[in-house]
């Protein structure tokens, strides 16, 4: 690690301590110029892709998901806290389970689904009937039967 300063190379760690789940905070201080600086050190991990119906693939985007359950939250008693904690989870377990990075789509929008029926069900079947593109009345009601039974 350089010194901001004096571009010394001869650092050495006086602190370090978690900062967020998955970065580390370091107070270092120059062995050449005994100036004190911060460093901020993210853990790396594989990018996530989302291999698509057609088997393309595209880098996972938050923002992308983000936007569908802003829809289907759009005028219910959901916080966007709790939106963000929803992506956070998703995000940290398809990490986990993904080890590689390729995700399938549908998988993604199933873990969505199924925590919008935790959340709140108006959401969970609008978020369906997008992901199961219901063309009817019937395909809506079948869904309300279904998150009624699971309940």
Do not use: W
């Not at 201080?29 to 004190?36: D, H, Q, S, Y």
């Not at 709790?82 to 080890?99: F, G, S, V, W």
Request: hydrophobic fraction near 35%; charged fraction near 35%.
């Amino acid at each position: 690690m350089n010194c901001p300063f004096c571009r010394d190379n001869d650092t050495k760690v006086i602190d370090s301590r978690p900062s967020g789940p998955e970065a580390i905070r370091r107070r270092r201080e120059c062995l050449g110029c005994g100036k004190r600086f911060t460093t901020y050190e993210k853990i790396e991990t594989t990018p996530l892709r989302v291999i698509k119906r057609d088997h393309s693939r595209e880098p996972f985007d938050r923002e992308k998901v983000r936007a569908g359950v802003l829809m289907a939250c759009r005028k219910r008693p959901v916080t966007s806290l709790q939106i963000d904690a929803l992506i956070n989870d998703l995000e940290a377990d398809l990490l986990e389970e993904y080890e590689r990075g390729d995700v399938p789509s549908r998988f993604i929008g199933d873990q969505v689904l199924d925590a919008l029926k935790e959340l709140d069900d108006v959401a969970a079947v609008r978020f369906a009937s997008v992901l199961h593109g219901y063309e009817d009345a019937r395909d809506f009601a079948q869904s309300l039967e279904l998150t009624r039974r699971s309940r």
